[in-house]
Every structure is written in structure tokens, then in C-alpha cells.
T-cell receptor
Framework: DARVTQTPRHKVTEMGQEVTMRCQPI?????VFWYRQTMMQGLELLAY????????DSGMPKDRFSAEMPDATLATLKIQPSEPRDSAVYFC??????????????????FGNGTRLTVT | KNQVEQSPQSLIILEGKNCTLQ??????????LRWYKQDTGRGPVSLTI?????NTKSNGRYTATLDADTKQSSLHITASQLSDSASYIC?????????FGKGTHLIIQP
């Protein structure tokens, strides 16, 4: 059963430290999304890539967040420096899209199990 | 601005009972509506996907309905099981992509 894999599952770090989260999307999916989930806001879109090209990262603070996709099997989300308000669960999802943002009708987004980040 | 309102925020029912979760949305233009199930500590998993022209879609004991005119959807769970305890997220899709609701937290008690 194909699945999206995220590492690490949990990360506790001190304010100011660099955090890197990794995602292995499902082979054959052309679009990778990064989401952040908090109790207050629910799921928020941070950035997404189509065919490894970044299409939109307007959802994330660009001064500290960066997202890359060095190859088809790896997407990364980096926070530097981290702050307590970054504490959340970060999800990676992959799927098939025609224009990048909108999944094809018969193609659901497949989510990983997230990285729970705690910044103290 | 695209918005999704789900009700109730939380719900507790006894095992074996039925329940219905509601979703109101303002997404324009609207294309399709998805329901996701999220278990504690896991990522969301797709339950159903409906286009604007579909009124109902079933997946086992889960049945989703859609009224695109009134911009309302519901998810009905029949004969609930302990494993149905989770958050259920309504996700309308439009030109700007997907808009995620904050979910209904469902607890099934034995």
C-alpha cells in the first residue's frame, strides 16, 4: 500500500534552532503539499510543488521558512530560526493535479502522519 | 473569502448509534467536496469525493450528501463503531484549491 512517509514523527527543539522536516511522496504523484495544523486554525496550506517546481509558498513566513524538493522522492520543509509559535503538526501530502493547486477529481490527497513540532 | 463551518464541533454517541455531521461552505466557484477522516496522531484519510452535480456518495457505513445550491454537505455514519472515533473534516474545492474545515471531533463510547 503506497503511502506518504514523513520524518521525524516528533521534534522538540529550543527557540532559535534550525528544524528540518522530510517527506517522501507517493511515487507517481506530481504534486506535493505542505500543511500546518493547529487546534485554532485547522489545516493551513504552506507551500506546494508540481513536478518538483515550487508553485506557491505564500502561506508560509518566508523570512524563516523554506521548502525544497531536491528530487522526486524527497521534499523538505526547513525552519530557521524556529520560534515557539511554530509549534504545530506539519503534514506533507501528495496527489495528482492538473494545474498544481487543484487535485484531479478522482485523485484524493494522500497525507503522511505528520511531524509534531514543539519549540520551547 | 472561502469559508467552511462544521457542526457540531464535538459529538459523543454510543456505539451502534447513527450520527450526522454538518458542513456549510462559501467557496466560489465551487467544484467538488471531500470528506476526510483523521484519527488521533495520524494524517487525514479521504472518505468521499463528490462533484457539484452529485447529491450523494457512500463509502461503507459513511454516506455523504451535497446540496450545491444551498452550499451544504453532511456526513452520515451508520451503526457507529469504536474505530469511528476521529475528527471528520469537510473540504470544499474551488478555483483557489481546497479549503479545509476545522473538523467535527467524534467520540464513540462503548
Amino acid at each position: 500500500d503506497a503511502r506518504v512517509t514523513q520524518t521525524p514523527r516528533h521534534k522538540v527543539t529550543e527557540m532559535g534552532q534550525e528544524v528540518t522536516m522530510r517527506c517522501q511522496p507517493i511515487l507517481g504523484h506530481n504534486t506535493v503539499f505542505w500543511y500546518r495544523q493547529t487546534m485554532m486554525q485547522g489545516l493551513e496550506l504552506l507551500a506546494y510543488f508540481r513536478n518538483r517546481a515550487p508553485l506557491d509558498d505564500s502561506g508560509m513566513p518566508k523570512d524563516r521558512f523554506s521548502a525544497e524538493m531536491p528530487d522526486a522522492t524527497l521534499a523538505t520543509l526547513k525552519i530557521q530560526p524556529s520560534e515557539p509559535r511554530d509549534s504545530a503538526v506539519y503534514f506533507c501530502a501528495s496527489g495528482l493535479t492538473r494545474d498544481g493547486k487543484f487535485p484531479l477529481f478522482n485523485s484524493p490527497l494522500h497525507f503522511g502522519n505528520g511531524t509534531r513540532l514543539t519549540v520551547t | 473569502k472561502n469559508q467552511v463551518e462544521q457542526s457540531p464541533q464535538s459529538l459523543i454517541i454510543l456505539e451502534g448509534k447513527n450520527c450526522t455531521l454538518q458542513c456549510n461552505y462559501t467557496v466560489s466557484p465551487f467544484s467538488n467536496l471531500r470528506w476526510y477522516k483523521q484519527d488521533t496522531g495520524r494524517g487525514p484519510v479521504s472518505l468521499t469525493i463528490m462533484t457539484f452535480s452529485e447529491n450523494t456518495k457512500s463509502n461503507g457505513r459513511y454516506t455523504a450528501t451535497l446540496d450545491a445550491d444551498t452550499k451544504q454537505s453532511s456526513l452520515h455514519i451508520t451503526a457507529s463503531q469504536l474505530s469511528d472515533s476521529a475528527s471528520y473534516i469537510c473540504v470544499p474545492g474551488g478555483a483557489d484549491g481546497l479549503t479545509f474545515g476545522k473538523g467535527t471531533h467524534l467520540i464513540i463510547q462503548p
